[in-house]
């Protein structure tokens, strides 16, 4: 089983809809959760970085962490095009090693 | 958060002959990460270069094959040695965002050997 787990899709909705892409993961350690958006041909940009359990959001983007069930997700409310991209989630422990442990991304398509 | 110039974004290049990545950050920071990103697959972290020490390398990449540089606290390149066609992929360089909120990632560079 790997650390992280994430469908890699696509995952194809139309604009307006609402998004939701989790991550799983199996290292309770994980104290740090963050979301990336990769467009292509571009390096992930961080989209939103989470401390442990609990929810937050920005603007149409809100992460939740639930510890107990090692289960992260990002949702994004009223989809644009423009959020066509893959979306990446990773994950670190605190304290010692400075690097994150990433899933491999699932793809998001959001057609006019 | 930082800014980082990677370059080139896309070479192709021949089979034994060597590729150099050049990471330029608009500030200082300690350390640098290099990833590797192969389709359909997560980033892969290479190694990890501190300004003033050797690289510390993943499980699986050597520094013969991966020769990694990182003369001051804003520059490091990455070097892609004898390659063949399994080193297509994309590889990124990173550094840690200041108080440690995540990552900042350059651009990308796609590598097709062939």
């Known amino acids: 089983q790997k650390e992280v787990e994430q469908d890699p899709g696509p995952l194809s909705v139309p604009e307006g809809a609402i998004v939701s892409l989790n991550c799983t993961y199996s290292?309770?350690?994980?104290?740090?959760f963050m979301w990336y958006r990769q467009y292509s041909r571009k390096g992930p940009e961080l989209l939103m970085y989470?401390?442990?359990?609990g929810n937050k959001e920005d603007g149409r983007f809100t992460a939740q962490v639930d510890k107990s069930s090692k289960y992260i997700s990002l949702f994004i409310r009223d989809s644009q095009p423009s959020d066509s991209a893959t979306y990446l989630c990773a994950m670190k422990a605190s304290g010692g090693s400075y690097i994150p442990t990433f899933g491999r991304g699932t793809s998001l398509i959001v057609h006019p | 958060s930082a800014v980082i110039s990677q370059k080139p974004s896309r070479d192709i290049c021949q089979r034994g002959t060597s590729l150099t990545i050049q990471c330029q950050v608009d500030?200082?920071?300690?350390?640098m990460f290099w990833y590797r990103q192969q389709p359909g697959q997560s980033l892969t972290l290479i190694a990890t270069?501190?300004?003033?020490?050797?690289?510390?390398?993943e499980s699986g990449f050597v520094i013969d094959k991966f020769p990694i540089s990182r003369p001051n606290l804003t520059f490091s390149t990455l070097t892609v040695s004898n390659m063949s066609p399994e080193d297509s992929s994309i590889y990124l360089c990173?550094?840690?965002?200041?108080?440690?909120?995540?990552?900042?990632f350059g651009s990308g560079t796609r590598l097709t050997v062939v």
């Open positions: 500030s200082q920071v300690t350390m």
């Open positions: 290292n309770s350690a994980f104290q740090y």
């Open positions: 990173s550094v840690e965002r200041p108080a440690g909120y995540g990552y900042t």
């Open positions: 270069a501190n300004q003033g020490s050797e690289a510390t390398y």
């Open positions: 989470t401390y442990s359990s």
